[in-house]
């Protein structure tokens, strides 16, 4: 399935999709943002994005969040649930708080991407998240 945000908004997307019970992906894209919706059975598990600011790296600045168990140039490379691994597994955080912080950046997904009345989007049945995930979200 594929469209516009012109022709039907995100918000119904979504209702769609957790009304039907869907699990895959909703990738959008505006200008040159993209974001990508995970869902599993209607629900939305995770939610990710291209811009800079939405981004756990970004995240953990402006909250102050020491990272300086994870080196540097491993901080640079990871995606944003690999670096959320990384933080808990070298102590710089517990998992409660990495997924509260999740919760709030997929929230801020959202949030922007609900903002779009252009653009597109396109969903995947196919498409899953690799890693297992999934923030309490009540949409």
């Known amino acids: 399935m594929k469209g516009t945000l012109n022709d039907q ?14 699990s895959g992906t909703l990738r959008l894209e ?12 209607g629900h939305v598990i995770y939610a990710a994005s291209n811009l800079k600011t939405l981004r756990l790296r ?12 994870v080196p540097p140039q491993l ?22 708080d990495v997924d509260v ?7 801020d997904v959202l949030r922007v991407a609900l903002l779009w009345t252009d653009g597109t989007w ?7 998240l690799n890693k297992p995930v999934q923030v ?3 949409t």
């Open 58 to 69: 970004e995240y953990l600045t402006r909250k102050g969040i020491s990272t300086d168990r």
């Open 136 to 138: 309490n979200l009540d």
């Open 101 to 107: 912080l999740t919760e709030q950046l997929v929230a």
């Open 75 to 96: 901080m640079a490379k990871l995606a944003d649930l690999e670096l959320a691994a990384a933080l808990v597994s070298t102590g710089n955080l517990r998992q409660k």
């Open 122 to 128: 396109e969903f995947d049945q196919r498409a899953r």
């Open 30 to 41: 505006h200008e040159r943002a993209q974001m990508a919706v995970y869902f599993h059975n």
């Open 9 to 22: 908004p995100l918000a119904e997307l979504i209702r769609e999709i957790s009304t039907k019970g869907l």
